[in-house]
């Protein structure tokens, strides 16, 4: 049960950082760097972007330890 948990997790997190990466890109192709730095929704977007990739590095690292 909790192998199975874990996929659904790793491919609900990998879902969320394509998902947010699409939306970064997007927000970035129409601002300039001088908007995104003052829109604090970027910020935090950019911020969960890759708190949601280290979470998979370290789910990642802790199930390929041995």
């Known amino acids: 049960m909790t192998e199975t948990?874990?996929?659904v997790l790793l491919q609900?997190?990998?879902?969320?950082?394509?998902?947010?990466?699409?939306v970064l890109d997007e927000?970035?192709?129409?601002?300039t760097e001088y908007e995104s730095s003052r829109s604090r929704y970027y910020c935090a977007?950019?911020?969960g972007?890759?708190?949601i990739?280290?979470?998979?590095?370290?789910?990642n690292y802790q199930l390929n330890k041995k």
């Open 5 to 7: 948990g874990i996929k």
């Open 45 to 47: 977007l950019v911020v």
């Open 53 to 59: 990739k280290e979470a998979i590095d370290k789910i």
């Open 27 to 31: 927000y970035e192709a129409t601002h």
């Open 49 to 51: 972007h890759f708190s």
């Open 12 to 22: 609900t997190l990998q879902r969320q950082v394509e998902d947010t990466a699409t």
